[in-house]
């Protein structure tokens, strides 16, 4: 493999889930353009958890929108895989978020009318493909979902609906999962929940997840932090625990306010 394509994850090396290359993203025109980001290179190993930090505006969610084709790029590169998302086309890069990219949002997402098992297998229900019956009853299982899958939305829990929607981005076995701000509308036990479930897709099931978060202690379950601002990647930190990671951001404050 080449270094391009690799990264060293606890020792290991392992090809790169996902990487960009000078990947820079300009919205708007003349005066009202805003470079939001520049020149971004960075590579997400399989099996790997990386969050994604940075003060507001810096490029955290544009980042991953373009990594996981949700938005398109000015200039650079950005693949999954081997695949170069900008090489594609309409109908290839539908194909390619529904059968290689799991999504995590804020917002749950849920259809209030299905219930939690019918909401795990939407995306491939309407695919037309059967999902792996071992694979999903592991998921379900390490999501601690079994005993709510006949449950419709509203007869969950916020940290449940969060898990819900975790549980559907794992079932197709996508090569990464993109999660922004998956704790951001939860409180402080559900909000753990999910952490631990992302972690422990991670651990056991193998997935590689990269979730943007505004918060120290979820970033400290992260294998990796990769810190932005105005645009640029300034910073990352391995194996990090919450005390470091805020230490990390009261730098990037500090240097903010005296230049």
Same mark, same amino acid.
């Given at each position: 493999?080449?270094?391009?394509?690799?990264?060293?994850?606890?020792?290991?090396?392992?090809?790169?889930?996902?990487?960009?290359?000078? &990947?820079?993203?300009?919205? *708007?025109?003349?005066?009202?353009?805003?470079?939001?980001?520049?020149?971004?290179?960075?590579?997400?190993?399989? *099996?790997?958890?990386?969050?994604?930090?940075?003060?507001?505006?810096?490029?955290?969610?544009?980042?991953?929108?373009?990594?996981?084709?949700?938005?398109?790029?000015?200039?650079?590169?950005?693949?999954?895989?081997?695949?170069?998302?900008?090489?594609?086309?309409?109908?290839?890069?539908?194909?390619?978020?529904?059968?290689?990219?799991?999504?995590?949002?804020?917002?749950?997402?849920?259809?209030?009318?299905?219930?939690?098992?019918?909401?795990?297998?939407?995306?491939?229900?309407?695919?037309?493909?059967?999902?792996?019956?071992?694979?999903?009853?592991?998921?379900?299982?390490?999501? *601690?979902?079994? !005993?709510?899958?006949?449950?419709?939305?509203?007869?969950?829990? *916020?940290?449940?609906?969060?898990?819900?929607?975790?549980?559907?981005?794992?079932?197709?076995?996508?090569?990464?999962?993109?999660?922004?701000?998956?704790?951001?509308?939860?409180?402080?036990?559900? +909000?753990?929940?999910?952490? +631990?479930?992302?972690? !422990?897709?991670?651990?056991? &099931?193998?997935?590689?997840?990269?979730?943007?978060?505004?918060?120290?202690?979820?970033?400290?379950?992260?294998?990796?932090?990769?810190?932005?601002?105005?645009?640029?990647?300034?910073?990352?930190?391995?194996?990090?625990?919450?005390?470091?990671? &805020?230490?990390?951001?009261?730098?990037?404050?500090?240097?903010?306010?005296?230049?």
């Amino acid at each position: 493999m080449s270094e391009a394509t690799t990264r060293t994850v606890r020792g290991a090396v392992t090809a790169a889930a996902a990487r960009a290359h000078l &990947l820079t993203k300009v919205y *708007g025109q003349g005066e009202t353009q805003v470079t939001a980001l520049d020149g971004v290179s960075v590579e997400f190993g399989r *099996g790997e958890y990386t969050a994604i930090m940075g003060p507001s505006g810096s490029g955290k969610s544009t980042l991953m929108h373009c990594m996981a084709g949700l938005d398109s790029l000015t200039s650079g590169s950005a693949r999954i895989g081997e695949t170069e998302l900008g090489s594609l086309k309409d109908k290839e890069l539908t194909r390619l978020r529904r059968d290689k990219i799991g999504f995590v949002f804020q917002a749950f997402n849920l259809l209030p009318t299905l219930t939690a098992a019918e909401n795990i297998t939407l995306p491939m229900d309407i695919a037309g493909r059967r999902p792996d019956p071992d694979w999903l009853r592991r998921v379900i299982g390490t999501m *601690g979902l079994a !005993d709510r899958l006949r449950h419709r939305p509203s007869r969950l829990s *916020g940290g449940q609906q969060q898990r819900v929607a975790v549980a559907r981005a794992l079932a197709a076995k996508p090569e990464i999962i993109f999660a922004d701000e998956p704790t951001g509308n939860l409180d402080s036990r559900s +909000g753990a929940e999910v952490l +631990g479930f992302l972690r !422990d897709s991670v651990r056991e &099931l193998g997935q590689t997840v990269v979730m943007v978060t505004h918060d120290p202690v979820a970033a400290a379950c992260a294998d990796r932090v990769v810190f932005l601002a105005d645009g640029r990647i300034v910073d990352e930190l391995t194996d990090p625990t919450a005390a470091h990671v &805020l230490d990390r951001m009261r730098r990037f404050d500090a240097k903010g306010r005296t230049a």
